[in-house]
């Protein structure tokens, strides 16, 4: 899941050995061999023993090693994410150390070195290298927790070809946009629900028309969106009394939001120590129990069901869940723990990204009316977009994509080398924890003129042949690891944010002054973000 | 939410069938795919004479005259043909990656049918951009594209190596 990975990124990681099938790989251009590595040859002494493994882009510069990337020390490091609580400002400590370091630049966590990449053709580079099943970083304590309670790996936790497998299986069920489109009606209906809700919570306020903290509300609807297509039912999130295994269900996310550092000490802290410091571990776990618990009933509910169903002799029909049910292309831990991932990963980062949308939309009235006349022109007045709408409707596409430029709900990803790289002219070896910079070159005037300016136009297209996107903004990651989730969730916030333009005009509340972003674990509005939503004329 | 459809363990929807033909030809086989391998045979019965010439040049500039059936995509094409064509189509034709990336003369380009936004996304993400590029996965084959050309750009790899060999 999304918030862990960041953190995974910069923290926890002890090198590790390739348990892939080695066959999966195809070595590529820039590989030194691996025994090189096992023997400690630096990449000098190999270039003078005449055998030049490393093939490096421009030849005749000399190919730097690790010890020569510039870095912050390891002891201002610690100061900074331990005395100065460097975590919640890990997109700002990687702005300012780009500019200090530059586009590759090398930091240690106790004994973890990492090395950043803030440079978007660098980005590049790396990602097109990838083999056919990336790692992201160490998920040591997730798999442990698995072990311990019998339990298998998703598509977060799993790596190599256990990985592969599930990949395979459920990207051709939720990855063409084509296949999601069919989940429209289904997410516009609990777009109605939203809808209703702003009603009732607006009338709830003293002026009737402030929604308090919307991210509350948008947590709300992202968790319903992604059930209704993960579990094929609904969960009643955005009623006003919300069923009991629900609200457990959201008691175990809030605990694993808010205990989110002392859940990720889980990680780092040795087994050893566990016995003197037990609070963390225990709550991963337990946070861990109540999410698998709430899957289990949703899945199992939807097992028995169709197994009465075919009992009866009727056709079965139904969705993702059924078809993973009945296929049985990944065994039922399998599907348990995907559901549980996928679920967990759909819910904040959704909620988050309207959250922030909204915001800006506050904050640039003439950027949403101008959004607002394209909808209305394309769609007609009231009239309710469905994903084959959305290609008409090119600023709410531009919406999504601008609010995720600012506020990359991922700040930084991770990767573990499979292979010697050079990259920027320094000699990377495998297995090294590498940090993708996204926020960094996500706000590079370089890739982005007028980076810091809220500009959804900047993504319209003049042609098909007008390129506008490029590696500096890759909100979902590129590639093979990419983002399972991007079209389900693409898709649920292109039909919200079109209903809310249609429906209301979205004000700042004078309660919210300037809104910042922080990292915890995701970048997320530092302080909660009041908005005022005020019918419009129709 | 109709996305499958099921009568006791049959599973019969056209889409289903797409997925497994499509899994079966790009992934190494595997015993989780077993049980719906009955569905791969059959699904097009095709005359020969049916088929589209396609001229594929590789990175190599070597020119790989195939044939596919209309309706495939020219990444289908590439599996079904068993094409060497390093790190091609790596995400299956989802629309997650750009690597199988074609470059097209113009007068054909013209006649590929509709790009989409998602398309265009990940084409800004390719390698070797040029304007009548287009991805292999998301070019599905009619008659009228009888003898085209495909050409498949240099990949990141391939030009440091030529660089190589050049400096």
Redesign the interface.
Known sequence: MAFLKSFATVYRTSFQGERLNKQLF?L???HKSAASEALGISTAEEEAMGQPLV??????EKVKSLKEMPGPSTLSNLVEFFWRDGFSRIHEIQMDHRKLYGKIFKSRFGPQMVVSIADRDLL??VL??EG?APQRANMESWKEYRDISGRATGLISAEGEQW??MR??L???I???R?VA??SD?VNQVVDDLIKRVYTLRSRSPDGATVFNVNDMFFKYAMEGVAAILY?CRLGCLENKIPRETQDYISALNLMFSSFKTTMYAGAIPKWLRPLIPKPWAEFCSSWDGLFKFSRIHVDKRLQD?EAQ?KR?E??????L??ML?????NIEEIYANVTEMLLAGVDTTSFTLSWACYLLAQNPHVQEQIFTEVTAALGPGAVATAED??RL?LI?GLVKETLRLFPVLPGNGRITQDDLVVGGYFIPKGTQLALCHYSTSLDEEGFAGALDFCPERWI?KD??D?????GS?PFG???R?CIG??IAELEMHLALTRLIQKFTIVASPLTADVKAKTHGLLCPASPIHLQLIDREN | ?????????L?APV??RE?CR??VAA?AP?S??T??RGFTSGTRPLRSDNKVTINFINRDGEKVTVKGSPGDSLLDVVINEDLDF??FG????????S?CHLIFDEDVYKNLGP????E??M???A?G?S?TSRLGCQVCLTKSLEGMVARVPE???????S??ES?
């Not at chain 2, 790596?90 to 990656?97: I, K, M, R």
């Open positions: 195809t590529r251009a820039l093939t490096p882009a421009n030849v005749g590049a580079q097109r290298a056919p592969l497998k395979g299986v990207r051709q069920l990855m063409r946009p296949d069919v989940f289904d094929e169709i075919l002799g056709e079965v029909k139904g969705g993702l059924t078809h009945v296929t049985r292309e990944m959305v290609p090119p596409r297209r098909s042949t390129r506008v996107d490029n590696f890759i590129y590639g093979i990419s991007r079209r | 939410m109709a996305l499958v459809t099921v009568m006791g363990r599973l889409r289903l997925y499509r899994t992934v595997g989780w795919l049980g719906l390093d790190g790596a995400c299956e034709g989802t629309l997650a990656c690597t790009v989409t936004d998602e265009l996304d084409l800004d993400l390698y951009l304007d990949s990141v790899a391939d030009i440091r190596q660089k190589d400096g």
